[in-house]
């Protein structure tokens, strides 16, 4: 009988540990103990300080491009922690909108030199918990001796193709779900297996397997498809997308739970705090340290091939989504934008989305 966690399941404890604050130990090239800046509570924060140990904090190139704070590892920077820093001076390197209330944090002294691997899958931990990628990091001489003392999970990092970003989703219940024009749709709901969001798929009379099926991969919007902002055109996107399935009488809508281009709610908000400051919404994502497009296109191809389609006519305005989709084994039939009218709200948005994105309109 197998009882024991596989590696998969060991990461998702991981990231609902660094969720809830909890620091994680990492056992690599080097061993650490890793916690999220922006869950760690100032007591544990001290607590780390105390610890007498040099201390380290891991982020993104692009956070450190904007404390201007070398790089030298590539995608990720290890910086140094003063001694007697705050944990006030800890959520400002981590927080970017927080930036202009200290506009003083460094400078930064960057190590360099060594394994970086161990540092790096931090960050991918914070990252992919859809939190802020800015990890404080304490090496540790034996890992499996700290983490039994502490109650603390280790988890054993062989090399970063460990952290696959999905291993796979499964159909767990469908049922009938009449819409408004639509009283012959189904509702599939997929469920990853590392325990993630779920997501949905509604679909529409009864598409031929053998043909392109007409298609929307849409990002979950809450501010956008429930609230109604302006500040985007997701919810129009979608209403677009559901009329001309409707109309055709027969598609598929994928919901999936990538918000905030994969960044998360909090983030995007964050991003939109950003954006009141000036900047656009790619230097906004870049400013927290993330990418100007998080979101992992494999999990789309996946669900559409066990639905049974390998061909798509799919609605987007995004070519960099249809050129995902055939990287990943589904062929794209035909690009269907959607039209949405701008308003003054959006205007600048999607001009960005046009100039630095590459979407069409």
């Known amino acids: ?195 993630s969001e779920e997501h949905g798929v509604l679909e529409f009379g009864e598409p031929r397997r053998s043909e392109p099926v007409l298609a929307r991969i849409h990002s979950a919007c809450f501010t956008g498809d429930v609230l109604g902002s302006l500040k985007c055109d997701c919810g129009q996107q979608l209403r677009a997308a559901l009329a001309k399935i409707r109309d055709e009488k027969k598609g598929v809508l994928l919901y999936l739970n990538q918000e905030g281009r994969g960044i998360g709610l909090s983030n995007k908000i964050r991003a939109y705090s950003l954006q009141d400051q000036g900047f656009d919404t790619v230097d906004a994502n870049h400013r927290l340290g993330f990418e100007d497009d998080e979101r992992d296109f494999r999990l789309g191809s996946e669900i559409l091939r066990q639905l049974g389609f390998s061909s798509v006519r799919l609605m987007t305005n995004n070519p960099a989504k249809a050129a995902m989709m055939k990287e990943f084994g589904i062929k794209v039939a035909e690009m269907i934008p959607i039209k949405a009218p701008a308003n003054p709200f959006n205007a600048e948005y999607l001009a960005t989305k046009a100039r630095k994105s590459g979407h069409v309109f």
């Open 1 to 195: 009988m197998k009882i024991a966690p596989e590696f998969s399941e060991q990461v998702a404890r991981a990231k609902n540990d660094l969720r809830m604050g909890m620091p994680v130990v990492l056992r690599g090239g080097e061993s650490v103990v890793a916690t999220a800046l922006e869950t760690a509570s100032p007591e544990r924060l001290r607590e780390f300080v105390e610890f007498g140990e040099p201390l380290a904090i891991a982020l993104t190139e692009r956070r450190a491009n904007t404390l201007k704070a070398r790089a030298y590892d590539g995608d990720i920077a290890r910086i140094r922690v003063p001694r007697g820093a705050s944990p006030e001076w800890f959520y400002s390197v981590a927080d970017p909108s927080l930036d202009l209330q200290n506009p003083m944090k460094g400078p930064f002294l960057s190590e360099r030199g060594g394994d970086a691997s161990v540092y790096r899958a931090a960050v991918e931990l914070a990252r992919r918990s859809r939190l802020l990628p800015a990890v404080l990091i304490l090496k540790v001489s034996d890992p499996t001796g700290f983490a039994s003392a502490h109650g603390l999970l280790c988890l054993e990092l062989p090399n970063m193709r460990s952290l696959a970003r999905l291993s796979s989703v499964r159909q767990v219940v469908n049922a009938r779900l009449p819409l408004e024009g639509a009283d012959s749709s189904r509702i599939r709901i997929f469920r990853p297996n590392e325990g």
